[in-house]
């Protein structure tokens, strides 16, 4: 159900909003970039529309708002285990029609892969999704080549035009909020096109880990695991045990995320692993997500978003490598 209402007014629902909802969108952080006088987009809970950055792609994906960094999964003692208790109010999350398709993978991975994560179903149950229109394309994003442009599967969409705000309520708990606003249609703003272009390779096979794209590039990458971590549909975690110093035998488990690029990520026990070269884990990344999750999901895992080209301190394109195989690979 679509509404025109004064943004003062969305201001007010927005802060009715906060007593059932953690309302998280990204903002500017100013000075927490590379250098000091470098501001990044990144998700934080918000109070205001203003606080919301509206017109710039975040640096970072939703995914921190869903997936905490450095997670406790439960409490130990030398008798039991404890479960930390899950979020006791709903979550608002105002993100871009690629993100809400990476959240359709994110998904895949925690709900449908055949064992459902606890701790990412506690938290995805109570999300509700907020979807930002793209009125221009970014500059690295290659959406439209992916098909992630579009989404239709939001629990709300918000415009704000001056003084005016427009809505669009598909959720039943967001059309209640609205009654007695002036109905009228409205339709999500989205790219047809972006100036980053991107031809998906077809015949990506088993043959492929022999292609030297991955030398020529693996050369290049310095495994520091940015891409990893701004990526909103990279799921890679290690574990870490915390003992407390007051008794060694008392302490926490935590899930902490992880980076398939570093050093030692595939390592197990006895010191074997896998992937030693950088060229072996940049393949992997790779075909990851463009073989092996299309041969077992039927679509690709990556989005188009090009936050992963954005960040990373080698100039290496994701969407450079995606040409090339294509071209090469056909």
Not at 66 to 84: G, H, K, R
Not at 86 to 98: E, H, Q, S, V, W
Not at 177 to 195: I, L, M, S, W
Not at 197 to 212: E, F
């Given at each position: 159900?679509?509404?025109?209402l004064?943004?003062?007014?969305?201001?007010?629902?927005?802060?009715?909003?906060?007593?059932?909802?953690?309302?998280?969108?990204?903002?500017?952080?100013?000075?927490?970039?590379?250098?000091?006088e470098?501001?990044?987009?990144?998700?934080?809970?918000?109070?205001?529309?203003?606080?919301?950055?509206?017109?710039?792609?975040?640096?970072?994906?939703?995914?921190?708002a869903?997936?905490?960094?450095?997670?406790?999964?439960?409490?130990?003692?030398?008798?039991?285990?404890?479960?930390?208790k899950?979020?006791?109010?709903?979550?608002?999350?105002?993100?871009?029609?690629?993100?809400?398709?990476?959240?359709?993978?994110?998904?895949?991975?925690?709900?449908?892969?055949?064992?459902?994560?606890?701790?990412?179903?506690?938290?995805?149950?109570?999300?509700?999704?907020?979807?930002?229109?793209?009125?221009?394309?970014?500059?690295?994003?290659?959406?439209?080549?992916?098909?992630?442009?579009?989404?239709?599967n939001?629990?709300?969409?918000?415009?704000?035009?001056?003084?005016?705000?427009?809505?669009?309520a598909?959720?039943e708990?967001?059309?209640t909020?609205?009654?007695?606003?002036?109905?009228?249609?409205?339709?999500?703003?989205?790219?047809?096109?972006?100036?980053e272009?991107?031809?998906?390779?077809?015949?990506?096979?088993?043959?492929?880990?022999?292609?030297?794209i991955?030398?020529?590039?693996?050369?290049?990458?310095i495994?520091?695991?940015?891409?990893?971590?701004?990526?909103?549909?990279?799921?890679?975690?290690?574990?870490?045990?915390?003992?407390?110093?007051?008794?060694?035998?008392?302490?926490?488990?935590?899930?902490?995320?992880?980076?398939?690029?570093?050093?030692?990520?595939?390592?197990?026990?006895?010191?074997?692993?896998?992937?030693?070269?950088?060229?072996?884990?940049?393949?992997?990344?790779?075909?990851?997500?463009?073989?092996d999750?299309?041969?077992?999901?039927?679509?690709?895992?990556?989005?188009?978003?090009?936050?992963?080209?954005?960040?990373?301190?080698?100039?290496?394109?994701?969407?450079?490598?995606?040409?090339?195989?294509?071209?090469?690979?056909?």
């Open positions: 159900m679509g509404y025109q004064a943004k003062d007014k969305m201001e007010s629902i927005f802060k009715k909003l906060q007593e059932t909802h953690d309302i998280y969108a990204p903002v500017v952080k100013k000075g927490d970039g590379t250098f000091s470098v501001d990044v987009v990144r998700y934080d809970k918000v109070t205001s529309l203003d606080e919301i950055e509206w017109n710039k792609k975040s640096d970072y994906s939703f995914k921190e869903l997936l905490s960094i450095n997670e406790t999964l439960f409490y130990f003692t030398e008798d039991e285990t404890t479960v930390p899950g979020p006791t109010k709903d979550l608002l999350i105002f993100l871009r029609a690629c993100d809400m398709h990476a959240l359709k993978r994110l998904d895949q991975i925690y709900l449908d892969n055949k064992f459902g994560d606890f701790y990412y179903q506690r938290v995805r149950a109570r999300a509700k999704f907020c979807l930002m229109g793209c009125s221009k394309s970014c500059e690295s994003g290659y959406c439209v080549s992916m098909g992630t442009n579009k989404a239709d939001y629990d709300l969409y918000l415009k704000l035009d001056g003084d005016k705000a427009f809505v669009d598909k959720n708990d967001f059309v909020v609205f009654e007695g606003e002036t109905k009228q249609d409205v339709t999500p703003d989205y790219v047809t096109e972006n100036k272009k991107v031809t998906i390779p077809k015949n990506l096979s088993k043959a492929t880990k022999d292609n030297p991955w030398e020529e590039y693996g050369s290049r990458c495994g520091c695991g940015r891409c990893n971590f701004v990526c909103p549909t990279c799921t890679c975690f290690t574990m870490q045990d915390i003992f407390y110093k007051d008794n060694p035998k008392v302490g926490e488990r935590r899930r902490v995320w992880a980076s398939c690029q570093i050093d030692g990520y595939s390592e197990i026990a006895g010191g074997f692993e896998f992937r030693k070269k950088q060229a072996d884990r940049m393949r992997f990344k790779v075909m990851h997500k463009h073989y999750f299309e041969k077992r999901f039927g679509y690709s895992m990556c989005v188009g978003c090009g936050r992963c080209d954005d960040v990373c301190p080698e100039y290496i394109s994701h969407a450079a490598i995606l040409n090339r195989l294509a071209k090469e690979e056909g």
